[in-house]
C-alpha cells in the first residue's frame, strides 16, 4: 500500500453500519438535544460575564463604545473660546468622513442627569461627528468635578495648548466654579503666580469683546496687557466693538483681528491730529501756515518759505489782535 493509501484509508475510511451503531446513534439524538441545552446555558452565563466585564470596563474608563452625540452634554466650565473661521476643524471633519475617528472623547456619566454623559475633553471631535451625523467614539470614565477639570486642561495642553486669553477664562471660570488653587493648578499645568496673573487679566478683558476677537493664539500676556489699558478708556471701549464687528464681516481670523483692533486703538492721536488740523493758505493759493487743535493747545506753524518773516510779524501784533478778539466776543477779563 502506497503512502497516499495510507492516509486515505485514515481519513476517507467511511464506517460500517451495524445495529449496534443504530442504537448509539438514537442515543446521540437523545443526548444531543441535552447538550445543545447546556451550551446555550453556558452561552447564556458568558454572555451576562461579558456584560458584567464591559460594565467593570466602563466604570473604570477602559472600554471604548459608540454614543450618540445628542446624549452628551457639555462641561460647565467653558476653556475654548469658539471661532467662526477655523479650517484646522474642516479639514477634521474631512479626517473623520475619510477615515473614521482615531482618538476617542473622554466623557463620564452626567450626575445631574441619568443616562446621559458629561464631556471632558473632545469638543471639536464631537462637533464633527454631530455634523458628520454619525456616534462618536468615547471612553466612559466614572470623574469627580476636579478630576473632570484637570483632564479637560490636561488634554487641551497636550494636544492643542490654549491660548493665553484661554487659559486666562479657564483659570476665571474654574475659580468662579469654587475651585480651589492647587485644582487649577494643576488644570493648567502652571504655577500660583501665572495662575494669579490669568485670573487678573479675564477679570478686565470684558467676555463679550473676547468671543468677538476669538482665542487669538499668537497674541501673549503683554499684548493683551496693553489691550486692557486702552479698553478702560469708555470711548475706546466703544471703538473696539464697532472695529469688531467690521472684522467678523470681513471674516478675518482671530489673530488679524486681535491685530487689527491692537493697531487701531494704539494710534488715537495721530488721527485726532488730522482731524482737527486747518490749513491756512495766501491769496495766491500756496499753503503758508497749519492750525492743529489738540489737548487744550493750538499750534500755528508757518511756512518760511512761502511766508518769509510773516511768523515773526504776527508774534508782534499778538497784543493788537487779542484786544481785537475781546471786543469782538465781549469778555474783557482772562480766564
Known sequence: M???????????????????????SGDRVRTGAISAMGSS??????????????????????????????????SKIVDRIPIEV???????????????????ILVRPNPQAPGRFQIAYGRRRLKAAEKLRRPVRAIVRNLSDSQLYVAQGRE???????????????AKNLEDDGCDRPTIIAALVS????????????????????????????????RWMTLVEHLASPA????????????????????????GLLRAL???????????SDLWKTPH??????????????????????????????????DQLYREFQELNGNGEER
Open 2 to 24: 502506497s503512502r497516499k493509501d495510507s492516509i486515505d484509508s485514515l481519513f476517507l475510511k467511511k464506517p460500517v453500519a451495524t445495529a449496534s451503531s443504530a442504537s448509539k
Open 41 to 74: 446555558l453556558h452561552e447564556m452565563a458568558e454572555n451576562a460575564k461579558q456584560a458584567s466585564k464591559l460594565q467593570q470596563q466602563l466604570a473604570e474608563g477602559e472600554a471604548v463604545i459608540s454614543i450618540e452625540p445628542a446624549s452628551i452634554d457639555t
Open 86 to 104: 477655523d479650517p484646522a476643524f474642516d479639514a477634521l471633519v474631512e479626517s473623520i468622513a475619510e477615515h473614521g475617528q482615531q482618538v476617542p
Open 156 to 170: 487641551n495642553l497636550d494636544r492643542k495648548d490654549l491660548s493665553f486669553i484661554e487659559k486666562a477664562f479657564f
Open 191 to 222: 504655577d500660583k503666580a501665572d495662575v494669579s496673573r490669568y485670573v487678573a487679566i479675564a477679570r478686565q478683558v470684558p467676555q463679550d469683546l473676547v468671543r468677538l476677537i476669538g482665542p487669538a493664539p499668537k497674541a501673549g500676556r503683554a
Open 236 to 259: 475706546k471701549l466703544d471703538t473696539a466693538h464697532e472695529l469688531l464687528a467690521s472684522f467678523a464681516e470681513e471674516r478675518l481670523e482671530s489673530d488679524a483681528r486681535f491685530d
Open 266 to 276: 494704539s494710534e488715537p492721536r495721530r488721527k485726532e491730529r488730522a482731524k482737527s
Open 285 to 318: 493759493g500756496k499753503r503758508a501756515a497749519s492750525v492743529e487743535a489738540r489737548e487744550g493747545k493750538t499750534t500755528i506753524i508757518f511756512e518760511e518759505k512761502v511766508v518769509p518773516a510773516f511768523g515773526q510779524f504776527v508774534s508782534t501784533k499778538l
